[in-house]
């Protein structure tokens, strides 16, 4: 079946660029119909949906994130990546990404992995 799994820096220093990527095996993430997504739930606060790239490459963000994210994707490798900018403490969470169909049922996800914005 298909799995997720999200790899990258557990800790980042203020200011920097966090960059995570989600690997996607047993499936393709050109697959008709699915938009492949990050979320992330940060301490006290509920899951955030943060942006996501559709299976043609279409993007689309978060308004709160607009202008600090970006997602792309390699086809080749299946996998799709994550990059904020200018990451501050307010940015520490566990961060998950997920397999979308149409816009609303999610049917993949990854295990989460913790990120921590840090000095």
């Known amino acids: 079946q298909v799995t997720l799994h999200e790899s990258g820096p557990s800790l980042v220093l203020p200011s920097q660029t966090l960059s995570l990527t989600c690997t996607v095996s047993a499936g393709s993430i050109t697959t008709n119909q699915y938009h492949w997504t990050w979320i992330r739930q940060r301490p006290g606060k509920g899951l955030e949906w943060m942006g996501n790239i559709n299976w043609g490459g279409t993007t689309f963000y978060s308004p709160s994130l607009k202008g600090r994210i970006s997602i792309s994707r390699d086809t080749a490798k299946n996998q799709f990546t994550l990059q904020l900018k200018s990451v501050n403490p307010e940015d520490t969470g566990t961060y998950r990404c997920?397999?979308?169909?149409?816009?609303?049922?999610?049917?993949?996800w990854g295990q989460g992995t913790q990120v921590t914005v840090s000095s």
């Open positions: 997920a397999g979308e169909y149409i816009g609303g049922r999610y049917d993949y």
